[in-house]
Nanobody, 130 residues
């Protein structure tokens, strides 16, 4: 059973940076597609970014494109989300997710793709103040 534990959340001012980590145990991340989702207060959960099984494709939501970067370290069995130039609207609980999902643009543009990811972390809170 794959288990995921996020860390790295916190409070920053607008323009600041944070790097989220998600450590996997129980199975190797390398055979899965990975993604980061977020849920702001009173809003639906949305996809932020995904990375394909072979790390051959990455996609980002328009709201974070150019500011966030998703990556994976197979040796550490860990996935990351580097977040730069943070804005107050980035405030949310961020979740890492893993599943047999091909990363394509629709994952980060259409609702409902969270249902395809089988394994989830418990989330880490990111708060950005203006």
């Amino acid at each position: 059973q794959l288990q995921l534990v996020e860390s790295g959340g916190g409070s920053v001012h607008s323009g600041g940076s944070l790097k989220l980590s998600c450590v996997a145990s129980g199975s190797a991340l390398g055979g899965y597609g990975i993604a980061w989702f977020r849920q702001a207060p009173e809003k639906e959960r949305e996809a932020v970014s995904c990375l394909g099984v072979g790390a051959d494709s990455t996609h980002y939501a328009d709201s974070v494109k150019g500011r966030f970067n998703i990556s994976r370290d197979k040796a550490k069995n860990t996935m990351y989300l580097q977040m730069d130039n943070l804005k107050p609207e980035d405030t949310a609980v961020y979740y890492c997710a893993v599943g047999a999902v091909q990363c394509s643009p629709v994952v980060v543009t259409a609702p409902g793709w969270d249902a395809w990811y089988e394994y989830w972390g418990k989330g880490t809170l990111v708060t950005v103040s203006s």
